[in-house]
């Protein structure tokens, strides 16, 4: 069974920095590897993916803000957020699909999903 562990959420002040890491149960390279979250009220959406060679992408909200990295030794995966903001207050998951990437709006074909951290940015 695939298991996804998020950590590294917490409660911060608008402009500072966390790192969110996702330890994963699985031979990570094997897989494409996704941050989604999920705002208050709000559905899911996709944050950040990195496939099998290393390509990224990016939304919008959180492009040049966000990066995205693997530890391909400690089957991590990492979410660096860099000057937050209170829109981005949600709940972080990762995400895991074997080989390929789904689109980020195709939720339910990302085969394995963690439970998520939460993170809260104030004004």
């Known amino acids: 069974q695939v298991r996804l562990l998020e950590s590294g959420g917490g409660s911060i002040q608008a402009g500072g920095s966390l790192r969110l890491s996702c330890k994963a149960s699985?031979?990570?390279?094997?897989?494409?590897m996704g941050w989604f979250r999920q705002a208050p009220g709000k559905e899911r959406e996709g944050v950040s993916t990195?496939?099998?060679?290393?390509?990224?992408t990016y939304a919008d909200p959180v492009k040049g803000r966000f990066t995205t990295s693997i530890d391909n030794a400690e089957n991590t995966l990492y979410l660096q957020m860099n000057a937050l903001k209170p829109e981005d207050t949600a709940m972080y998951y990762c995400?895991?699909?074997?080989?390929?990437?789904?689109?980020?709006?195709?939720?339910?074909?990302?085969?394995?999903w963690g439970q998520g951290t939460q993170v809260t940015v104030s004004s």
């Open positions: 995400a895991a699909n074997f080989a390929r990437c789904p689109s980020s709006d195709d939720l339910e074909s990302w085969g394995n």
């Open positions: 990195i496939d099998r060679f290393d390509r990224r």
């Open positions: 699985l031979t990570i390279r094997d897989y494409c």
